[in-house]
């Protein structure tokens, strides 16, 4: 029991940090992409779900890519990037393949195509359209990105733990509280004991040093009355020897 007392707060303390990075994600991705068409960063690494299979075998819908800042004139044909691009006539990110680099000018345009894709997309796009060039995919994490991003994920996975830890909290101090208050109580009744015990001790005290007193008068009387009694002895004696001679004149 007392192993489960001391373990509580580290769990508690882990679910809480785990609490404090998720709530830390939820903010990192749902301002990942914003409105003005800026996309955040952490140290030049982006997180993103992705939304359709158009990359797929490379990444499939669901998944989450992470993609780095990165120098375009070092692109080469065949890297994947993500780039604004308009979709269906709204502004969106996409991550497709360089299928083709054209310059003129000294100023290149690149045309994409999704691996899954029969054709290049439409819109040719320029240096100043890329995000960044694609890293790595973790399968299906896109789903959680996308779930802590909505009001749903943001209550369930942040407010509710929040909300039960602050409870605990709460319990936490009440109870401490209470237990304080009881040692407090606990420590003037050993107090009020000890008081007892040591006025009991003085009076047993009294009584033995009243009963020695009493022991050594009954004993002085008694050599007093032995004295009486050897001195009436000694007078009857010489009395006796008095009147022999008396007689014997």
């Known amino acids: 029991m007392q192993s489960v007392k001391k373990a509580a ?41 992705v939304q359709s299979d158009s990359m797929a075998p490379t990444f499939n ?13 070092k692109l080469e044909v065949g890297d994947i990037v993500t780039f604004h691009t308009i979709i269906d006539n709204e502004y969106a990110l996409n991550t497709h393949r360089i299928a083709a680099i054209d310059e003129v ?29 694609y890293l790595f995919a973790l399968p299906q994490m896109g789903k959680v990105m996308d779930f802590l991003s909505s009001s749903m994920g943001f209550l369930i996975v942040i407010v509710l733990p929040m909300l039960l830890f602050f409870i605990y ?23 009020a004991a000890a008081a007892i015990v040591d006025a009991e001790g003085k009076g047993d005290t009294a009584t033995v040093a009243a009963d020695n007193a009493a022991e050594q008068l009954a004993q002085a009387e008694a050599k007093l009355e032995e004295a009486r009694r050897l001195k009436a002895e000694a007078e009857a004696a010489m009395n006796a020897t008095k009147q022999e001679d008396t007689d014997g004149e």
């Open 61 to 73: 819908k669901g998944d989450l890519i992470v993609i780095q800042k990165c120098d375009t004139s």
């Open 9 to 49: 707060p580290i769990a508690l303390s882990v679910v809480m940090w785990i609490i404090i990075l998720v709530a830390a994600l939820y903010a990192f991705t749902t301002l990942a992409t914003r409105e003005d068409g800026s996309v955040s960063d952490i140290a030049g690494f982006t997180p993103l779900a």
């Open 105 to 133: 000018n000294g100023m290149r345009s690149f045309t994409t195509k999704g691996d899954n894709n029969d054709v290049a997309d439409t819109h040719i796009i320029s240096d100043g359209d890329i995000v960044g060039k």
């Open 169 to 191: 909290q709460v319990y936490h101090l009440i109870v401490v509280g209470m237990n304080l208050k009881r040692a407090m109580a606990e420590e003037d009744r050993l107090a």
